[in-house]
Every structure is written in structure tokens, then in C-alpha cells.
Nanobody
Framework: QVELVESGGGLVQAGDSLRLSCAAS????????MGWFRQAPGKEREFVAV????????QYADFVKGRFTISRDNAKNMVFLQMNSLKPEDTAVYYC???????????????WGQGTQVTVSS
């Protein structure tokens, strides 16, 4: 069992940066792949970034490559999403998710946080 709590969202202007955090509880955290997803109003939940349990592999959606960075600290049961050069189209609720298998499909993830709102004004 893994419980996830996101934080760090907010209202920023285009070009600004935010760092999202996801705090995990559960002894198995270090064995899970961790993903970030987002969902804008009226749209499907979409993949943003994922990191393997041992940090050896990361993968990003094309629309965030070069702007967002995913990282994790297994000793602290934390995963982060550093978001730079934010754009209005990045406005969404951002979720972290955990699963034993590294995948880009949101439907495959076993555990989800409650989400944190990111709003980027132009």
C-alpha cells in the first residue's frame, strides 16, 4: 500500500517555475516507478514524466522535454517535478502516481495522489 500527497502547485505567470513534490508513505516506495500526470478541464488525464525505481530511467512527454525534470529521493520517500518556462497550456491538475511497473499509461497505475492545481497566466 502506497499513499501519495502532492504539493507545490499554485498560480504563476508564463515563464515562471514551480517545483511539485509528492510525499509517499509505505515501505515499498523505493521499489515503485513514479509518474507525473496532468488533467486539464474537459481533457483526458495525460502522461507528463516517469522515473524508474532506481532513477536509472526517465521519460518525458514531448511537450515538456527540456522544460520539466523528474527526480526522486528514495531515502525521503519523495518524488519531484521541476517545471521551468511554464506556459498557459501547462495549466492543469497535476497528479503523482506509483506502480511496480514503469509505464506511460495512466490506467495502469495502482496508486494516485489527490492532485495539485497549477495555473499559468499569460
Amino acid at each position: 500500500q502506497v499513499e501519495l500527497v502532492e504539493s507545490g502547485g499554485g498560480l504563476v505567470q508564463a515563464g515562471d517555475s514551480l517545483r511539485l513534490s509528492c510525499a509517499a508513505s509505505g515501505r515499498a516506495f523505493s521499489s515503485y516507478a513514479m509518474g507525473w500526470f496532468r488533467q486539464a478541464p474537459g481533457k483526458e488525464r495525460e502522461f507528463v514524466a516517469v522515473i524508474s525505481w532506481n532513477v536509472a530511467r526517465t521519460q518525458y512527454a514531448d511537450f515538456v522535454k527540456g522544460r520539466f525534470t523528474i527526480s526522486r529521493d528514495n531515502a525521503k520517500n519523495m518524488v519531484f517535478l521541476q517545471m521551468n518556462s511554464l506556459k498557459p497550456e501547462d495549466t492543469a491538475v497535476y497528479y503523482c502516481a506509483a506502480d511496480p511497473i514503469l509505464t506511460l499509461r495512466p490506467g495502469a497505475y495502482e496508486y494516485w495522489g489527490q492532485g495539485t492545481q497549477v495555473t499559468v497566466s499569460s
